[in-house]
């Protein structure tokens, strides 16, 4: 089975990556704006941009009867999400089962089961794989008090609904508890319109550890290895590299096991990404969710074993059975990506939107730079703040940090304030390049450091 015409259901670089993929395989590709992004770069490159709403998101992006409308209008044989706005939307996935169009994605039910935090637990505990301890649904402050008293201070309240860092609270012992357990219900309800609320035993020195898979229709599962995703602010990734410093040769044979076998369990098809916490005083890793959609962070995979992630997202939902078996993967170097956001790390990581006045972006051996951002860009508010994904490979990690240090030092941006000096510092930072960090780094040394 082969796709003619694709529907990008999405903006910005991801956009701009997607179409490309089509491009090279192909097929034409069709994307989704609002008003604002009307000449955005991907609406250049695009075969056709069609108008889908407002400027605001929620009138234009996450409308899922617009976004279907707009794909059978353009005689689109399927939908490619992204990441972010409708990508983990289970209701997109139905309506695209009804009007016949492929969504290029898992299926519903995945998303389903693997969104709600509650039935992903309980399901990979029956696998044999350690997840963090917890507790069930606490209804009630009282309920929540009870259950973190048992599991011992500190302990984290989190939506079962959740992503993306939102409904997750950190409690540190029980008089702080019930006031923390309705900020964190209604946050939940605020964001996700559900306000179920879970605990988690906090793990202090923790790692946040990522594998990516991919499935097929044949019931084939493979992994891409390990990415390490524990440089955060607020639960939002800034930095991520592969493989993770802090990976053996065992550990990481087994994690990657661990994330096949959930996937080939729930019969998990096209691009997705089991996480983890490490514990590395214990030096043992807990199941911690699983994100059914292409990562932000893909690009170090994908430089790391010579795979494209989104061609392959495209064949398979074609239908197509995976173009690699598990040995046909291999690694090789080390790869680093930061996220260059336009916010003012000297401000507090305020957002900087405005008229990109010069940009100037880096270039040469083993540096990536994925970005729909050039001289002239004006940077909306309406939308994420993420400029571009700089990327840098080498033989090693010191190799790879060296390429990324001279990339940062090159990358000119005017106009606005963006995050290129903070990840300038993080790089020459001994506690970064000894690897000695976990994912409350950035925010309890760092940044003190730092100034804020």
């Given at each position: 089975?082969?796709?003619?015409?694709?529907?990008?259901?999405?903006?910005?670089?991801?956009?701009?990556?997607?179409?490309?993929?089509?491009?090279?395989?192909?097929?034409?590709?069709?994307?989704?704006?609002?008003?604002?992004?009307r000449e955005s770069r991907p609406a250049r490159e695009a075969d056709r941009a069609l108008c889908i709403g407002p400027p605001q998101a929620m009138d234009s992006y996450l409308k899922v009867e617009t976004?279907?409308?707009?794909?059978?209008?353009?005689?689109?044989?399927?939908?490619?999400?992204?990441?972010?706005?409708?990508?983990?939307?289970?209701?997109?996935?139905?309506?695209?089962?009804?009007?016949?169009?492929?969504?290029?994605?898992?299926?519903?039910?995945?998303?389903?089961?693997?969104?709600?935090?509650?039935?992903?637990?309980?399901?990979?505990?029956?696998?044999g794989i350690p997840v963090i301890p917890g507790s069930e649904m606490v209804a009630t402050g009282d309920e929540a008090r009870k259950a973190a008293q048992k599991l011992g201070f500190p302990v984290l309240?989190?939506?079962?609904?959740?992503?993306?860092?939102?409904?997750?609270?950190?409690?540190?012992?029980?008089?702080?508890?019930?006031?923390?357990?309705?900020?964190?219900?209604?946050?939940?309800?605020?964001?996700?319109?559900?306000?179920?609320?879970?605990?988690?035993?906090?793990?202090?020195?923790?790692?946040?550890?990522?594998?990516?898979?991919?499935?097929?229709?044949?019931?084939?599962?493979?992994?891409?290895?390990?990415?390490?995703?524990?440089?955060?602010?607020?639960?939002?990734?800034?930095?991520?590299?592969?493989?993770?410093?802090?990976?053996?040769?065992?550990?990481?044979?087994?994690?990657?096991?661990?994330?096949?076998?959930?996937?080939?369990?729930?019969?998990?098809?096209?691009?997705?990404?089991?996480?983890?916490?490490?514990?590395?005083?214990?030096?043992?890793?807990?199941?911690?969710?699983?994100?059914?959609?292409?990562?932000?962070?893909?690009?170090?995979t994908e430089m790391i074993t010579g795979v494209d992630l989104v061609k392959e997202q495209i064949s398979v939902a074609a239908g197509n059975p995976l173009a690699m078996a598990q040995d046909d993967i291999?690694?090789?170097?080390?790869?680093?990506?930061?996220?260059?956001?336009?916010?003012?790390?000297?401000?507090?990581?305020?957002?900087?939107?405005?008229?990109?006045?010069?940009?100037?972006?880096?270039?040469?051996?083993?540096?990536?730079?994925?970005?729909?951002?050039?001289?002239?860009?004006?940077?909306?508010?309406?939308?994420?703040?993420?400029?571009?994904?700089?990327?840098?490979?080498?033989?090693?990690?010191?190799?790879?940090?060296?390429?990324?240090?001279?990339?940062?030092?090159?990358?000119?941006?005017?106009?606005?304030?963006?995050?290129?000096?903070?990840?300038?510092?993080?790089?020459?930072?001994?506690?970064?390049?000894?690897?000695?960090?976990?994912?409350?780094?950035?925010?309890?040394?760092?940044?003190?450091?730092?100034?804020?």
């Open positions: 089975m082969g796709l003619s015409r694709v529907f990008v259901a999405n903006r910005g670089e991801i956009a701009l990556r997607i179409i490309r993929a089509c491009h090279d395989l192909g097929i034409e590709a069709v994307l989704a704006v609002s008003e604002a992004d976004i279907i409308t707009a794909a059978l209008g353009s005689h689109a044989d399927a939908i490619h999400p992204g990441y972010g706005f409708l990508a983990e939307q289970p209701e997109l996935v139905d309506a695209c089962a009804e009007h016949d169009l492929i969504f290029i994605g898992p299926k519903a039910d995945h998303i389903r089961t693997m969104g709600d935090k509650l039935l992903a637990r309980e399901m990979v505990g029956t696998l309240l989190k939506a079962a609904a959740g992503g993306g860092g939102k409904g997750i609270k950190t409690v540190n012992g029980a008089d702080d508890l019930t006031d923390v357990f309705d900020e964190a219900a209604g946050e939940a309800r605020a964001a996700f319109g559900d306000d179920r609320i879970f605990i988690e035993r906090y793990i202090p020195n923790a790692r946040h550890i990522e594998v990516q898979i991919m499935g097929d229709s044949q019931g084939a599962v493979v992994h891409f290895f390990e990415r390490d995703c524990s440089l955060q602010r607020r639960y939002q990734k800034m930095l991520e590299e592969a493989p993770s410093p802090v990976m053996t040769e065992e550990l990481r044979e087994e994690i990657c096991d661990a994330a096949v076998r959930i996937a080939r369990h729930i019969g998990y098809e096209n691009a997705g990404t089991v996480e983890f916490v490490f514990d590395q005083r214990e030096r043992r890793f807990y199941f911690l969710e699983m994100n059914t959609r292409i990562q932000v962070e893909h690009p170090i291999t690694m090789s170097g080390h790869a680093i990506e930061c996220r260059i956001n336009a916010e003012s790390p000297r401000r507090a990581f305020h957002p900087s939107p405005g008229r990109i006045d010069r940009w100037e972006a880096p270039a040469g051996e083993g540096i990536r730079v994925d970005s729909h951002c050039y001289s002239g860009y004006v940077v909306s508010p309406y939308y994420d703040s993420l400029l571009a994904k700089l990327v840098s490979w080498g033989t090693d990690r010191s190799d790879a940090i060296t390429k990324m240090r001279h990339a940062l030092e090159h990358f000119i941006i005017s106009g606005i304030d963006t995050t290129i000096p903070f990840h300038h510092y993080i790089l020459h930072n001994r506690e970064y390049l000894a690897g000695d960090i976990n994912t409350r780094w950035i925010e309890d040394t760092l940044l003190r450091e730092y100034g804020q």
